[in-house]
């Protein structure tokens, strides 16, 4: 069964109106170039959407950039120049300019879909016509990083953002895209009790307390150690379970030590359990399905899929009021919005104190998410993008 039969058959998704429309744009060639082909959200979203163009009559190929240490520690850099206004140097820019170069991208295609800056320098040369997504929120990036990419940015026949808060002032035809998850995936079914008590004993984690779990990739943005000192304070008032659990991205040379400090840090904490489970789907939306608070406690997040993947299964949210997180979290109707650890911890508390508001919360958040952020949204939202090109 197709990607499209399934969502008519398994979630109830009529594709009828899709498949005709996308019709204008059959047999256009797309060429899509993540960083990574795994470990972020990036390449969760463009994998599969990629899948759907190829069923719906595009043919898109699918991508990854192959490059040295140098070049990704660079293009880490320049992410938290872009999204934090961190320090960047001109020779350090000049240098990533310089490694992009020599990457080797075929674009012998109609249009080539750059996802953030990684690709963006390499892919000038060429009759291919260019779609830039940028999933970053770079509203408040290092000027000196601004001012180099922009001009790259506007040479781009498309741009897209998530939000209109998410930039700058940019010359060019803009369109906003929110990122999407598709509900005929492993990852986002939910599992049953029992079976996902089965997952939980595979790691030895006890269910005779309440579960706090937050998913992503080892990233310093996604606040773990916060995280921790979050549970300790919950603790103090309601005996509960932590667990942390993600994996490494492909294009992140940081994730990895990240994890060694974490691990250390929780060293001897019989209550705080550390995962490493990349390209685990079924073991993720287990323990998302069995836990009794998600949490996304980012100090930046352009989106946040986890979180999209927990409401989608009735899950009780708390995250940060931070980027865009907001677009998903509706404060006290899709989820609850937190500002510091101290709120933070509090909002745990009157969730796990409180079942009716946890599963009217998670209702909410799965309804909204239906409405908005599953993959046929984001495939309609595409079509005019390509309508433009093609």
Sequence with gaps: MNNLKQLQTMCGIGTWELKESYKTVAGGRVNIITAGKYGSGVSEVMGRVTQYFNELGLYANWSDIQA????????????????????????????????????????????????????????????????FRAHLDVSRANPLAWDFFKPYIENCEQIIFTHPSFHKKLKGNISYICPSIDPCTVKNTFVERADALKVLKEFQIPCDKPIITQIGRFDRAKDPFGVIEVFSQVRQTIACTLILAGGHASDDPESIGLYEELLKTAAGDKDIFLLSINRQDYKIAAIQSISDVILQKS??????????????????????DVGGIPLQIKHGKTGLLCRDIKTCAQEIIKILRNKSLALRLGKNGHEFVRDNFLITTELKNHLSVFQNLL
């Design 68 to 131: 040295g240490e140098e070049f990704f520690k660079l293009s880490k850099k320049i992410t938290n120049a872009a999204c934090l206004g961190a320090d960047i140097s001109l020779k350090e820019l000049s240098r990533f300019e310089e490694l992009s170069h020599s990457l080797e991208l075929d674009t012998n295609y109609d249009v080539i879909y750059l996802n953030d800056h990684h690709a963006l320098i390499a892919a000038q040369n060429g009759a291919a016509k260019k779609i």
């Design 299 to 320: 100090l930046r997040e352009s989106f946040g899929l986890a979180i999209t993947e927990a409401l989608w299964k009735n899950r009780a949210v708390i995250a940060s």
